[in-house]
């Protein structure tokens, strides 16, 4: 399949699924960097700023994830821990003050990404990237 750079991938094959996941990733856990640290926040932890609201759209957003990796064909293992991934920082983040704290330091959606790249990895080796 031939991209334009640039382009969003659409496809439902492993490099697309790949290329959509780790974006997902960065969008939720690692958009921006705090000031003056080597920190970095994301969509997760800034829309957990919202009571109770913010955490279900941030888990929301999280279980998209746990879609994609269902259509690379994952074990529902795998799908069940990244469910209790997102599960548990949902839970975590209605606690007010605890939760938002939480958020830096539990990155529910970079340990399901971590879950789809073994996968991927394994399953299909040619998606493989070099991370920067």
Known sequence: MQRTP???????????????????EK??????????????????ALIGL???GGDVIAAAMGLYMI?????????????????????????????PGVGDVADFFYRSNSRNLRIIRRH???HHPATATIDR
């Open 120 to 122: 991927l990895d394994k």
């Open 6 to 24: 640039g382009a969003f991938p659409v496809g439902r094959d492993p490099q697309s699924v790949r290329q959509r996941v780790t974006a997902m």
């Open 67 to 95: 879609w994609e990796a269902r259509n690379i064909g994952m074990s529902r293992g795998a799908m069940l821990r990244m469910a209790g991934n997102v599960g548990f920082d949902w839970l975590i983040g209605l606690i």
């Open 50 to 52: 919202i009571p109770v």
């Open 27 to 44: 969008l939720l856990e690692r958009s921006f960097t705090i000031p003056g640290t080597r920190q970095t926040v994301g969509l997760d």
